[in-house]
């Protein structure tokens, strides 16, 4: 059994470690942030400690009889599944296109990290958590990259009508626009304004979408744009 400033110590450093991811998420402004990895290392670090270390009198017995039987790792395998309803939170659908995926991820590997910390595994923890920030931080710029110059660009538009103007006429505008794919259309009625929201894509990889619906916008039967 470790000392308590060897477990102190093992608590505190899976809190810094998954600090450290949850930083750079809170500065990117996604779902889960500092306090949330922070809690995921933190509390996966405590299930590997009670796995590994809270079990020595049932160890025992069982050395003394070969009828009993104890796994001291099934607290912490539990942690891979668990953690899951987590990730699962921080997944979003905006329109066409699907967010939070990456932090997902990010938390997945924080509750490795922590049970990492919470077995004694510092290096391996450290060195991990060192790769995923590479990953997060340094390969932001090339993603983005590579994102306008391969995949195509998703965008929710949302049209304010004018009054007494014929939704079917904007939607027609919009369904003829070229370079534009129509994923989903719809009219509804807020606040008695008429609304046209849909999501739309570029037909051709690298291209935005904004400056193909310039037409589109300018027509005098749209008083209102919003594209996100």
Not at 164 to 189: C, F, I, K, Q, T
Not at 202 to 211: D, F, K, N, Y
Request: aromatic share 6%; with cysteine; glycine share 10%.
């Amino acid at each position: 059994m470790p000392s308590h400033a060897d477990l102190a110590l093992r608590i505190i450093l899976a809190m810094v470690l998954g600090g450290a991811i949850g930083l750079e998420r809170e500065l990117a402004d996604k779902t889960a942030g500092l306090r949330t990895h922070i809690s995921v290392a933190l509390g996966c670090c405590l299930f590997a400690l009670v796995s590994a270390y809270s079990f020595d009198y049932f160890g025992s017995i069982a050395r003394n009889d070969s009828s009993y039987s104890v796994d001291v790792t099934r607290i912490a395998s539990s942690v891979a599944a668990g953690i899951g309803f987590l990730g699962g939170g921080a997944i979003l659908k905006h329109g066409a296109t699907i967010r939070g995926l990456t932090t997902a991820a990010s938390l997945w590997v924080t509750a490795a990290i922590g049970v990492a910390v919470g077995f004694g595994q510092f290096f391996m923890a450290t060195l991990s958590t060192a790769a995923l920030l590479v990953a997060l931080v340094g390969l932001r710029g090339p993603a983005r990259w590579l994102d306008r110059r391969v995949t195509r660009d998703h965008q929710r538009v949302r049209l304010v009508l004018a009054d007494h103007a014929d939704p079917g006429a904007v939607m027609n505008a919009l369904h003829a626009m070229r370079g534009v794919h129509v994923a989903s259309l719809r009219v509804r009625d807020e606040d008695g304004r008429l609304l046209v929201e849909a999501d739309v894509s570029a037909t051709h990889r690298g291209a935005e979408v904004e400056p193909l619906l310039g037409p589109l916008l300018q027509r005098d039967d749209i008083v209102e744009f919003d594209i996100s």
